[in-house]
């Protein structure tokens, strides 16, 4: 079976430009969450969608947004980039079956997107 | 604020048994442990999840004790491939950040 998988895997952007990653998750998988990783930190949470719905969001600011197609593929956008929006940007998928146990299904990622802003 | 704390870094030789001990102070009632992998220009990818007591599967094994606060990643005889940042990950308020990780360097 196909893992998750990320397109592209590396893209270079100027400042202000905007950019749209994609996200393939696993066959059955229904959520999808979306995580910025800076060099040496750990990844940090950016969104989470399930049945095309926001089900949680970190602490980014409105450039930040999303979306979960019917197939549960899933978008994330990032508007008038900055220098600072330079990370791999880890799309993860999972079994969410309901709010209280959805948040401790293991996380599958696929290997991200390398942005970087120039 | 639910928040792991991890340490920076860990050496060990090849054969040896690695432990890593996470503290999650503020765990909620409902929430498990769930500890990663992650190799450079990868995502993390799945090793073990735990909610009370002791869980083994064929890679490693995790203690929880009773009182929930902290949980122990155990690798049994780590190889030079086990050289990785792990994880451990608590779910706070429906959001899934990772700490900083423990950065396990293996040597031969």
């Known amino acids: 079976d196909a893992g998750v998988t990320q397109s592209p895997t590396h893209l270079i952007k100027t400042r202000g430009q905007h950019v749209t990653l994609r996200c393939s998750p696993i066959s059955g998988h229904k959520s999808v969450s979306w995580y910025q990783q800076v060099l040496g930190q750990g990844p940090q949470f950016i969104f989470q969608y399930y049945e095309k719905e926001e089900r949680g969001r970190g602490n980014f600011p409105d450039r930040f947004s999303a979306r979960q197609f019917p197939n549960y593929s899933s978008e994330l956008n990032v508007n008038a980039l900055l220098l600072g929006d330079s990370a791999l940007y880890l799309c993860?998928?999972?079994?969410?079956?309901?709010?209280?146990?959805?948040?401790?299904?293991?996380?599958?990622f696929g290997n991200g997107t390398r942005l970087t802003v120039t | 604020l639910a928040k792991t704390t991890q340490p920076i870094s860990m050496d060990s030789y090849e054969g040896q048994e690695v432990n890593i001990t996470c503290s999650h102070n503020n765990i909620a009632t409902n929430d498990y442990i769930t500890w990663y992998q992650q190799f450079p220009s990868q995502g993390p990818r799945f090793i073990i999840q735990?909610?009370?007591t002791k869980v083994t599967n064929e890679v490693a094994s995790l203690f929880i004790p009773a009182d929930r606060k902290s949980s122990t990643l155990s690798l049994p005889r780590v190889s030079l491939s086990d050289t990785a940042v792990y994880y451990c990950?608590?779910?706070?308020?429906?959001?899934?950040?990772f700490g900083a990780g423990t950065t396990v360097t293996v040597r031969a």
């Open positions: 993860a998928s999972s079994v969410f079956r309901d709010r209280g146990r959805g948040y401790n299904s293991p996380l599958h």
């Open positions: 990950l608590v779910p706070y308020d429906y959001k899934l950040s």
């Open positions: 735990g909610y009370k």
